[in-house]
């Protein structure tokens, strides 16, 4: 039998909650510093680096925490770069990924001196080593190659297969190394990849290892010392069973690299985590609204919707559900769980199971601290939902 339970919120949790104006997102801040505490224990003594990537939540209480844990910044776009500076992070700190890098985000990135451009295509280190050029400055390079890796994930979170638009394919490899090691103004750091995301199954990272190593060799036997590898991100998280699984397994995933990454004498192994170290300490709470029957199935509608958090309409994500206001009841009832927003992907479930649910019930939505908040928008005029910490 299914019984609403849930650790997140403890009664006392609850009791704070009774006037929360909603839809609003809550961090468990505890859970985030519990999960920065144990990604350390991992990388310590293996010394590796870890950046963490902004876009999957750039909170500033969450920002803070990620500092002060000491890892650095991995970011996709000019305003995160200066998002991450602003909020403490020192420039040799920041690398700075994304397919699109404009000239003026190259330029704010090199008046910074960052750590590192993660260059992703010949046109971009033309402009790069150009711009680098005309303020004369030297900008650090890691290659982002495209390892033809397939993630076992949703296609829309893949990124590492020849058929997306990211990284340099082994066709031109050739001809990007000579251009970086005969500029003046780059400066050939390491070598990146990145397959994906929400990666479940530790035999595609088993897999990454062997790929990156052949690539070393390619790398070798050209006589070409790289400084940085930096494997990227893409550990998943269990979205079924956030209680039992607040931490992600941390050990396990570094393990494999430990074991099959072939690492060179005073090479760095770097790392890009998001949604791992974030999604299970965000919930997003809501309320239902009305409580309608349709022809075959009952809906429960909420005050939040695809605008709070889009992940389902935008890749069918899956994200329990939790009736707070129900928590000790058995689930009876059975409901398509939907935003107010006119657009019918706006569905955070289907055919959910509940205990009987009414219109004022408070309802979480669960590990949404990755890829949640900040992909919300206004559409249909609607406002931000507020944070609140536990
Ligand atoms: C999004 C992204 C990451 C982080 O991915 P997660 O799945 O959140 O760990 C890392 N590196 C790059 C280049 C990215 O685009």
């Not at 510093?33 to 224990?41: I, M, Y």
């Not at 949604?275 to 299970?280: D, N, P």
Request: aromatic letters at 8%; glycine letters at 6%.
């Amino acid at each position: 039998m299914n019984v609403a339970t849930t650790s997140f919120f403890s009664p006392e949790r609850m009791a704070s909650l009774h006037e929360v104006a909603t839809p609003c997102y809550v961090y468990d801040l505890n859970i985030l510093g519990e999960t920065l505490n144990r990604l350390q224990a991992a990388v310590s003594p293996r010394n590796f680096h870890v950046h963490y990537a902004f876009k999957a939540n750039t909170d500033k209480r969450i920002l803070e925490i990620v500092r002060e844990a000491g890892l650095g910044a991995d970011c996709v776009s000019g305003q995160e770069v200066k998002c991450a500076i602003d909020n403490g992070f020192r420039p040799n700190q920041v690398a700075f990924a994304g397919v699109g890098k404009t000239d003026a985000e190259i330029q704010l990135a090199l008046q910074h001196d960052i750590f590192c451009f993660n260059a992703e295509s010949m046109p971009e280190l033309q402009v790069i080593a150009e711009l680098a050029a005309q303020t004369n400055r030297v900008a650090r390079i890691a290659l982002r190659l495209n390892p033809n890796v397939k993630a076992n994930t949703h296609h829309y979170i893949t990124t590492g297969l020849e058929e997306n638009k990211f990284g340099i394919g082994m066709h031109e490899l050739s001809s990007v190394v000579d251009f970086v090691l005969a500029h003046p103004n780059l400066e050939l750091l390491g070598m990146h990849v990145h397959i994906g995301s929400q990666i479940t199954d530790m035999e595609v990272f088993r897999t990454l290892c062997m790929r990156v190593n052949e690539l070393q060799e390619w790398f070798a036997s050209r006589r070409i010392a790289l400084k940085v590898i930096n494997v990227g991100g893409g550990l998943g998280v269990n979205y079924h069973e956030p209680d039992r699984d607040a931490f992600p397994n941390l050990e396990q995933y570094f393990d494999i690299f430990s074991q099959h990454l072939h690492v060179r004498p005073n090479q760095e192994v770097h790392f890009e985590l998001g949604r791992s170290l974030v999604a299970q300490c965000g919930a997003l709470l809501s309320r239902v609204t009305y409580i309608k029957q349709g022809v075959q199935t009952q809906f429960a509608i909420l005050d939040a919707g695809m605008t709070e958090l889009i992940r389902p309409a935008l890749y069918q994500a899956y994200h329990k559900i939790e009736n707070l206001s129900a928590i000790g009841k058995t689930a009876t009832q059975r409901y398509d769980v939907v935003g107010p927003v006119c657009e019918s992907s706006d569905c955070f479930g289907k055919a959910v199971d509940l205990p009987e649910t009414k219109r004022g019930d408070l309802i979480a939505i669960r590990s949404t601290g990755a890829y949640g908040e900040v992909m919300a928008s206004n559409y249909n005029l609607r406002e931000r939902a507020p944070t609140l910490y536990f």
